[in-house]
């Protein structure tokens, strides 16, 4: 059985533009949810897609963006990147009928905005 | 909503001696109860979680929680540490349904010292 798995591991972009945060879902599992962990702080909910649908939103600025596949992995981009965007994005997948569960969690992608 | 409150940032601890992490949650709904542990440039792993019955769970590591409605807390708690521990602790809520996400604290520091 293999876990979350996140690309890249770590990456450096400019102010202002774009990125692409990739995520593989443990299999069996159908949610993938969007953390993102500023530095000293708890994750912060940023969305969750349920069979390629977003079916809930953190308070997220309407630039991060997301997306679901057949496959159930997801991508998370982040457009007009700022130096606040700065932080450890966390995967996570889980299995929508069973909400007892918990979250698999990946080890993240460290991105940071100069 | 959900909120969760770790009332301490940070916890030093001599190797071997007991240690309480503190965890204190507000939901208008039941809610489980989890304790994730991240070590440094890793992912959220699961230590143990809080679903139903009896009060008090366990980890295969020693750790134990005990879920406390009156005061709605959910404390971990291990009677003797050790160097491997040094880790953040988070603690988190998840209500029992909907499509409410996983909402985590701000996190406890645990530093074993030797």
């Known amino acids: 059985e293999t876990g979350v798995t996140q690309s890249p591991t770590h990456l450096i972009k400019t102010r202002g533009q774009q990125v692409t945060l990739r995520c593989s879902s443990q299999?069996?599992?159908?949610?993938v949810s969007w953390y993102q962990q500023a530095l000293g702080q708890g994750p912060q909910f940023i969305f969750q897609?349920?069979?390629?649908?977003?079916?809930g939103r953190g308070n997220f600025p309407p630039r991060f963006s997301g997306l679901q596949f057949p496959n159930y992995s997801s991508e998370l981009n982040v457009n007009a990147l700022e130096l606040d965007d700065s932080a450890l994005y966390l995967c996570?997948?889980?299995?929508?009928?069973?909400?007892?569960?918990?979250?698999?969690f990946g080890s993240g992608t460290r991105l940071t905005v100069v | 909503a959900q909120s969760v409150t770790q009332l301490d940032s940070q916890v030093p601890v001599f190797e071997e001696a007991p240690v309480e992490l503190r965890c204190n949650y507000s939901?208008?709904?039941?809610?489980?109860l989890f304790w994730y542990v991240q070590y440094p440039n890793q992912g959220l792993q699961l230590l143990l979680k809080?679903?139903?019955?009896?009060?008090l769970v366990e980890s295969i590591n020693g750790f134990e929680a005990e879920f406390n409605k009156s005061q709605t807390s959910f404390h971990l708690r291990k009677p003797s540490v050790h160097i491997s521990d040094t880790a953040e602790y988070f603690c988190?809520?998840?209500?029992?349904?909907?499509?409410?996400?996983?909402?985590f604290g701000k996190g406890t520091r645990l530093s074993v010292i030797a």
């Open positions: 996570a997948s889980s299995q929508s009928r069973d909400r007892a569960y918990g979250y698999t």
């Open positions: 299999s069996g599992h159908n949610t």
């Open positions: 897609y349920y069979r390629e649908e977003e079916n």
């Open positions: 939901s208008s709904v039941s809610v489980y």
């Open positions: 809080y679903l139903s019955g009896s009060t």
């Open positions: 988190a809520v998840r209500p029992l349904s909907g499509n409410t996400p996983l909402v």
